[in-house]
């Protein structure tokens, strides 16, 4: 049971190691044909959660840092979105003996990662499910610890973020958040809306079938004003209602992650994801480092992508 | 001899499934049956489809005798008209067949007196078949059996978009039938304030009367939906079985149910939450 008076939001995960230990040999399955990727435990590698991350200071474009791209990865094969559903911080930090908030904590490390390797390999998107409209019936102090993260992490990250050329985007009821994170989260969106380097889309209070319900409220409400003939709607105009379709460049992801082994998709995204390529690894989310994701990354470029057709597009 | 061999393997099949049964079992399985042209070409026939019709039938029986109500397939995707039109034509041909044969009398539809569905926008097929299609749904709509939904013509965004149009039908014609019965503006519009809701959306899915799937299948390793029940995917279980469609067969569907019965309690924990 987490305590109000002991939550703060800091970020600090004790016996933190200086630095990401990456180990040298590659540990990726290649060739396994299942979609639940195996965390292939290094004794002498570091979880993602449990390492200081900062942003990249002075990170070039896409394609500048050629000596850093995975090896076995074909960068012209990319995913140009991922999508993630952060699973695990709860069960992590159990099995470490810590409270759910240090999970959450390092859950946000695992976060900053991703991002920062999104940036150096040239996704275009990254949306991620941090908070879902299920997730309000959680404890109270697990909810309120999490709504000050969040506030907290745009805070304080606003600046890096915007260095980095990154354009942040919150999907989902905002109207349910604290009034102070929803403003902040209306600057973050302003402020960042002209960057270009990386779409961040951080879901919030969401529910994929609540953006599908209110994608059809709004169409509604033009049929209502003689705008639109109920005989006129289109999956084309339904798809320009949803939240994800004005917020990026790319809506429709072509891969989503999902940690912790869990396999379902929790109501997030669900019309967008008509066609993505899924995938299920076993780590927990603050485990997710850049060995999973290569791994992930390597398990898409695998596949062949035919969108009803016979032939692989 | 077969006939006792027959009998064996059906005396084991209710063991196992009594066995299965002391877990729960799931209501609802969907099945994107994948692998049928892969699986002809490996064992060098002409067709996969008409194996994976045979594979089908020994599934539902499966499920059906498990105690499963509701069984949902992937028979033809509305993207699947942009294949070679030959291959479109013979497998809309090898559908009507197949329905007119589920139609019999000693078929796997009367045995366990089955209802039938048809999800789709059932206007893209051909006159014959939507006639074979119709004449199921019709034929079977009075059995009170276990229920098998077949999408064809299918796509769930292309469901949703249905749902929405339907929806904004019935809401316009409430307000017309309101203004004519004398209700004034302000009634009116207060009344249809919230155009839709998500109960007015749900009511005109074509899965309206069915749970949601407990678990969704996709057979041969592949790892994506294909546009199949998105918004009633929401909380299924995702399996993807290595096996090709017409390989699946009795000891995938015992293991497939196994692992949601792994699931079953952090399911049932995360559902409780939400209620």
């Known amino acids: 049971m987490l305590a109000t008076s002991k939550l703060r939001c800091q970020l600090f995960v004790p016996n933190l190691p200086k630095s990401i230990k990456r180990p040298a040999t590659n540990h990726c399955a290649a060739g396994s044909p299942s979609f639940i990727?195996?965390?292939?435990?290094?004794?002498?590698?570091?979880?993602?959660?449990?390492?200081?991350?900062?942003?990249?200071?002075?990170?070039?474009?896409?394609?500048?840092?050629?000596?850093?791209?995975?090896?076995?990865?074909?960068?012209?094969?990319?995913?140009?979105?991922?999508?993630?559903?952060?699973?695990?911080?709860?069960?992590?930090?159990?099995?470490r003996g810590l409270p759910t908030a240090s999970g959450h904590v390092a859950g946000y490390k695992a976060l900053k990662l991703m991002v920062e390797l999104s940036c150096r390999w040239g996704i275009r998107v990254l949306t991620v499910f941090a908070f879902s409209s299920e997730n309000w019936l959680r404890p109270k102090p697990e909810v309120d610890f999490l709504m000050t993260l969040f506030e907290n992490v745009l805070k304080e990250d606003l600046r890096d973020l915007l260095r980095e050329d990154i354009r942040i985007c919150i999907i989902g009821d905002s109207s349910k958040l604290p009034k102070t994170l929803q403003k902040m989260s209306t600057e973050v969106e302003e402020i960042s809306h002209r960057n270009s380097?990386?779409?961040?889309?951080?879901?919030?209070?969401?529910?994929?079938?609540?953006?599908?319900?209110?994608?059809?409220?709004?169409?509604?409400?033009?049929?209502?004003?003689?705008?639109?003939?109920?005989?006129?709607?289109?999956?084309?105009?339904?798809?320009?209602?949803?939240?994800?379709?004005?917020?990026?460049?790319?809506?429709?992801?072509?891969?989503?992650?999902?940690?912790?082994?869990?396999?379902?998709?929790?109501?997030?995204?669900?019309?967008?994801?008509?066609?993505?390529?899924?995938?299920?690894s076993q780590s927990h989310w603050p485990d997710f480092g850049e060995d999973e994701y290569v791994e992930a990354l390597r398990a898409f470029q695998k596949r062949q992508r035919r969108f009803g057709l016979r032939t692989a597009l | 001899m077969s006939t006792i061999f027959g009998n064996l393997c059906c005396m084991f099949r209710r063991c196992l499934f009594s066995v299965l049964s002391i877990g729960p079992i799931p209501d609802h399985i969907a099945f994107i049956m994948d692998?049928?042209?892969?699986?002809?070409?490996?064992?060098?026939?002409?067709?996969?489809?008409?194996?994976?019709?045979?594979?089908?039938?020994?599934?539902?029986?499966?499920?059906?005798?498990?105690?499963?109500?509701?069984?949902?397939?992937?028979?033809?995707?509305?993207?699947?008209?942009?294949?070679?039109?030959?291959?479109?034509?013979?497998?809309?041909?090898?559908?009507?067949e197949k329905i007119d044969e589920l139609l019999e009398e000693h078929s796997i539809v009367n045995k366990y007196g089955i209802r039938m569905n048809f999800w789709g926008n059932l206007n893209l097929l051909n006159d014959a078949v939507r006639l074979s299609v119709e004449k199921a749904m019709?034929?079977?709509?009075?059995?009170?059996?276990?229920?098998?939904?077949?999408?064809?013509?299918?796509?769930?965004?292309?469901?949703i978009a249905h749902a929405i149009e339907k929806s904004c039908c019935q809401k316009t014609e409430m307000m017309k039938r309101m203004h004519a019965n004398g209700f004034e503006n302000g009634v009116v519009e207060k009344n249809t304030q919230t155009m839709v809701t998500v109960v007015d959306l749900e009511m005109h899915l074509f899965s309206n009367d069915c749970p949601d799937p407990d678990i969704i299948i996709r057979t041969s390793g592949e790892t994506r939906l294909?546009?199949?029940?998105?918004?009633?995917?929401?909380?299924?279980?995702?399996?993807?079985?290595?096996?090709?469609?017409?390989?699946?067969?009795?000891?995938?569907l015992v293991w497939a149910i196994l692992s949601y019965q792994r699931a079953y309690p952090y399911l049932q924990n995360r559902s409780k939450k939400m209620l």
Not at chain 1, 51 to 80: Q, S
Not at chain 1, 211 to 228: F, P, R, Y
Not at chain 2, 69 to 87: G, M, Q, W
Request: include cysteine; hydrophobic fraction near 35%; aromatic fraction near 10%.
């Open chain 2, 138 to 159: 019709r034929n079977t709509s009075n059995n009170t059996g276990p229920v098998l939904s077949v999408c064809v013509a299918y796509t769930s965004t292309n469901e």
């Open chain 2, 35 to 96: 692998g049928n042209r892969r699986y002809a070409k490996r064992t060098q026939i002409s067709t996969g489809h008409r194996v994976g019709f045979s594979a089908l039938i020994s599934v539902l029986r499966y499920c059906y005798e498990i105690g499963v109500k509701y069984v949902t397939i992937y028979a033809f995707s509305i993207d699947n008209f942009k294949r070679k039109p030959e291959e479109v034509q013979s497998t809309m041909d090898l559908m009507k």
């Open chain 1, 197 to 280: 380097r990386l779409d961040l889309v951080v879901a919030l209070s969401y529910s994929g079938r609540t953006d599908i319900v209110q994608a059809c409220q709004k169409i509604a409400q033009k049929v209502k004003n003689g705008i639109l003939h109920p005989e006129d709607i289109t999956e084309t105009c339904v798809a320009q209602e949803l939240e994800t379709s004005s917020a990026v460049g790319y809506p429709y992801p072509d891969l989503l992650i999902r940690t912790s082994g869990e396999l379902r998709l929790s109501n997030f995204l669900l019309w967008e994801l008509a066609y993505t390529e899924l995938y299920f």
């Open chain 1, 37 to 95: 990727g195996k965390s292939k435990a290094c004794s002498a590698r570091v979880s993602a959660g449990e390492a200081p991350i900062t942003f990249p200071r002075g990170g070039g474009k896409d394609g500048d840092d050629e000596g850093d791209f995975p090896f076995g990865l074909r960068r012209e094969a990319l995913p140009k979105h991922v999508a993630v559903i952060m699973d695990g911080n709860g069960r992590w930090a159990a099995s």
């Open chain 2, 226 to 252: 294909s546009n199949f029940l998105l918004w009633q995917s929401s909380f299924s279980h995702l399996q993807n079985p290595t096996p090709l469609w017409p390989e699946f067969s009795l000891r995938h």
